[in-house]
Nanobody, 121 residues
Framework: QVQLVESGGGLVQPGGSLRLSCAASGTIFSIYRMGWYRQAPGKQRELVATITSGGSTNYAGSVKGRFTISRDNAKNTMYLQMNSLKPEDTAVYYC???????????????WGQGTLVTVSS
């Protein structure tokens, strides 16, 4: 069974940086697209950034220029480098994976459990 496990969240001051990681466990053959979503209190979940297996990236306008998404296909791990953090970046950040193929199964979509990022002085 494949699981997505996020790590790296925490409390940071405005202007600071954090790096989130998302590791996909299991015997994985390929993952088409991985991405980060976030959900702030009282708000809907929103896309932060995505990256395909070929390296194509997409960012929400609110994080463009501050956040960088990357992935290591060999390790089935994705990262989100967050710089110049603002209080409005406070949210639970979720890892997402589309079209996950293992040696025995195919998963259209998977989600991680989320990691909390709090930006506050």
């Amino acid at each position: 069974q494949v699981q997505l496990v996020e790590s790296g969240g925490g409390l940071v001051q405005p202007g600071g940086s954090l790096r989130l990681s998302c590791a996909a466990s299991g015997t994985i053959f390929s993952i088409y697209r991985m991405g980060w979503y976030r959900q702030a209190p009282g708000k809907q979940r929103e896309l932060v950034a995505t990256i395909t297996s070929g390296g194509s990236t997409n960012y929400a306008g609110s994080v463009k220029g501050r956040f960088t998404i990357s992935r290591d296909n060999a390790k089935n791990t994705m990262y989100l480098q967050m710089n110049s953090l603002k209080p409005e970046d406070t949210a639970v950040y979720y890892c997402n994976a589309l079209q996950v193929v293992t040696t025995t199964n195919r998963y259209p979509e998977l989600w991680g459990q989320g990691t909390l990022v709090t930006v506050s002085s």
